[in-house]
């Protein structure tokens, strides 16, 4: 492989094992995996990505074919056949630039756990910070994240209207065409349907298009330092791809018994998807349950525990956003996790 990329004209970076591979998986602008790791990475649940080329020393490798999908490679180069067709992809990936941005996916481990608010907090913090910042609301049912900004009366585009275009999303294009003030731009679903609109029956709940999640993800890489995912609980194809592709996923849990059980079954159906997930636990604990306890309980690493703080329910009525004013227990946890994200 060195061969070939010397005679493409590209330095190649080696990775000796998956695991090794993980820390520039999303970043590279092009993966090159070999037949015999594919199984590997499937189990270390690498995230699925564009720009994935698969490795293989002869037509035979059937495993190979049969993981291209799932791993998200473009194509099987089968060697030496392939030499040719793969020093010409390997020029192009010079031309390519699949983006540096981060992304972090949050979840709520229950409903009313307060994961989107930390998802609008972690966005405003880093936007006050001067990083430019994408917030994805990925949850169809959860209202619209403009209304956590009272942005609602903003203009720009909503889910409905992204999706209607389909395709690859210029990153410049998306940034115009979406609310945004300053470094913040919000992709939000909108609340353009209610129940009365709908038939009772047989109408399943709305979802998102995995295609177009996809195509703004890599648009968010590459045109902003930061993009934050707002995850329903229910994982449709549009939310497994986020998680597969977010470089941390955070599992928000309040200090509750009951929510730690139900957040150990959106733990589980989220790490069918990925690799990690770190938990952040949310007071108040009426139980006096503590952090560290849940975490165990919920056999992940714990991200830290968010403190209690009632005021902002109430700020967001006046359409005013979490931690805006830089102050308190969420601005002061959201800052940590965002020098810990983009280090």
Same mark, same amino acid.
């Given at each position: 492989?060195?061969?070939? *990329?010397? /005679?493409?004209?590209?330095? @190649?970076?080696?990775?000796?094992? $998956?695991? !090794? %591979? +993980?820390? =520039?998986?999303?970043?590279?602008?092009?993966?090159?995996?070999?037949?015999?790791?594919?199984?590997?990475?499937?189990?270390?649940?690498?995230?699925?990505?564009?720009?994935?080329?698969?490795?293989?020393?002869?037509?035979?490798?059937?495993?190979?074919?049969?993981?291209?999908?799932?791993?998200?490679?473009?194509?099987?180069?089968?060697?030496?056949?392939?030499?040719?067709?793969?020093?010409?992809?390997?020029?192009?990936?010079?031309?390519?630039?699949?983006?540096?941005?981060?992304?972090?996916?949050?979840?709520?481990?229950? *409903?009313? /756990?307060?994961?989107?608010? @930390?998802?609008?907090?972690?966005? $405003?913090? !880093? %936007? +006050?910070? =001067?990083?430019?910042?994408?917030?994805?609301?990925?949850?169809?049912?959860?209202?619209?994240?403009?209304?956590?900004?009272?942005?609602?009366?903003?203009?720009?585009?909503?889910?409905?209207?992204?999706?209607?275009?389909?395709?690859?999303?210029?990153?410049?294009?998306?940034?115009?065409?979406?609310?945004?003030?300053?470094?913040?731009?919000?992709?939000?679903?909108?609340?353009?349907?209610?129940?009365?609109?709908?038939?009772?029956?047989?109408?399943?709940?709305?979802?998102?298009?995995?295609?177009?999640?996809?195509?703004?993800?890599? /648009?968010?890489?590459?045109?902003?330092?930061?993009?934050?995912?707002?995850?329903?609980? +229910?994982?449709?194809?549009?939310?497994?791809?986020?998680?597969?592709?977010?470089?941390?996923?955070?599992?928000?849990?309040?200090?509750?018994?009951?929510?730690?059980?139900?957040?150990?079954?959106?733990?589980?159906?989220?790490?069918?998807?990925?690799?990690?997930?770190?938990?952040?636990?949310?007071?108040?604990?009426?139980?006096?349950?503590?952090?560290?306890?849940?975490?165990?309980?919920?056999?992940?690493?714990?991200?830290?525990?968010?403190?209690?703080?009632?005021?902002?329910?109430?700020?967001?009525?006046?359409?005013?956003?979490?931690?805006?004013?830089?102050?308190?227990?969420?601005?002061?946890?959201?800052?940590?996790?965002?020098?810990?994200?983009?280090?």
């Amino acid at each position: 492989m060195l061969r070939l *990329g010397a /005679a493409a004209g590209v330095e @190649l970076e080696v990775a000796q094992d $998956v695991l !090794a %591979a +993980r820390r =520039g998986y999303t970043s590279a602008c092009l993966v090159l995996l070999g037949a015999d790791a594919v199984s590997l990475g499937m189990r270390a649940r690498v995230p699925r990505r564009r720009s994935v080329v698969i490795v293989a020393p002869n037509a035979d490798s059937s495993e190979a074919w049969d993981c291209a999908y799932d791993i998200g490679a473009e194509h099987v180069a089968v060697l030496p056949l392939a030499e040719k067709w793969l020093v010409e992809r390997l020029g192009r990936a010079q031309g390519e630039r699949t983006g540096t941005g981060r992304v972090m996916a949050v979840v709520g481990g229950r *409903g009313g /756990a307060g994961a989107s608010v @930390l998802a609008a907090g972690l966005c $405003v913090t !880093a %936007a +006050r910070s =001067g990083l430019r910042t994408l917030l994805v609301d990925g949850d169809p049912l959860g209202g619209g994240a403009d209304l956590l900004f009272g942005w609602e009366e903003e203009h720009g585009l909503r889910w409905p209207q992204l999706a209607e275009a389909g395709g690859r999303l210029d990153s410049q294009a998306l940034v115009a065409a979406l609310p945004s003030r300053g470094d913040l731009v919000v992709l939000s679903c909108d609340r353009a349907e209610s129940a009365k609109d709908r038939p009772a029956d047989g109408v399943p709940a709305p979802s998102l298009p995995a295609e177009v999640m996809r195509a703004a993800l890599d /648009a968010g890489r590459a045109g902003r330092d930061l993009v934050v995912v707002d995850l329903p609980r +229910r994982f449709d194809e549009a939310a497994e791809c986020a998680l597969r592709s977010a470089d941390r996923a955070l599992l928000v849990v309040p200090a509750e018994l009951r929510a730690a059980a139900a957040a150990a079954k959106v733990a589980g159906a989220a790490l069918a998807h990925r690799y990690e997930l770190s938990v952040v636990v949310r007071g108040p604990a009426p139980g006096r349950l503590n952090a560290s306890e849940i975490a165990g309980a919920l056999g992940l690493p714990l991200a830290g525990r968010l403190r209690s703080e009632p005021r902002i329910a109430g700020a967001i009525e006046r359409g005013e956003p979490p931690a805006a004013n830089a102050k308190g227990p969420l601005a002061i946890f959201c800052r940590r996790l965002i020098e810990e994200v983009m280090a």
